[in-house]
């Protein structure tokens, strides 16, 4: 029965993922974000959104508190593109034009608190951890990477 629940859920996965790829390759060669004024919002779109989880309408995973910092949780890889003491929760809030990194936190954030509060999401901790740092290697891998954490996000229930 594991086994069988094991299989559905690594080629949804495995789906989600090849979903993701299509729909970035088949975009344009130049990737342009949608520009938001940041994480914290007044309202939410949805309940697995970065907008949702900066409103703090429902308690963070105990595996991530809020006072979590992006070096702690992503690694030291992180810690060179982001403000050592920077935690995820006011990571949404930097807003810098233009700069695809900062989506890619947001996103990746929203992903990782949703890969431990929301059973059945399509990435499990370690896959958001992961391809968060290869995301930190050129703007089209963290555009390519927004996009796929954002479709997950916006996907889950």
């Known amino acids: 029965m594991k086994m069988a629940i094991s299989l559905v859920l690594s080629r949804l996965i495995l789906f989600l993922t090849l979903t993701c790829f299509a729909a970035v390759s088949s975009s344009t060669a130049t990737t342009t974000l949608k520009r938001h004024s940041g994480f914290l919002y007044s309202r939410t779109r949805g309940k697995c959104t970065p907008q949702f989880w900066s409103s703090r309408r429902e308690a963070w995973p ?18 060179e593109r982001f403000r050592s003491d920077m935690t995820l929760l006011e990571s949404g809030a930097v807003n810098e034009e233009g700069n ?7 996103q990746a954030s929203a992903a990782l608190l949703n890969s431990y509060a929301r059973k059945g999401f399509p990435y ?7 391809l968060m740092i ?4 050129s703007e089209h891998a963290a ?15």
């Open 134 to 137: 290869q995301g930190l290697v």
């Open 100 to 106: 695809v990194f900062n989506e890619l936190l947001k």
């Open 62 to 79: 105990r595996m991530v508190p809020q006072g979590s910092t992006v070096s702690n949780v992503f690694g030291s890889r992180a810690s």
């Open 143 to 157: 555009a390519r990477l927004t996009k796929c954490f954002s479709v997950a996000n916006d996907a889950c229930i």
């Open 124 to 130: 499990s901790a370690w896959e958001v951890k992961t």
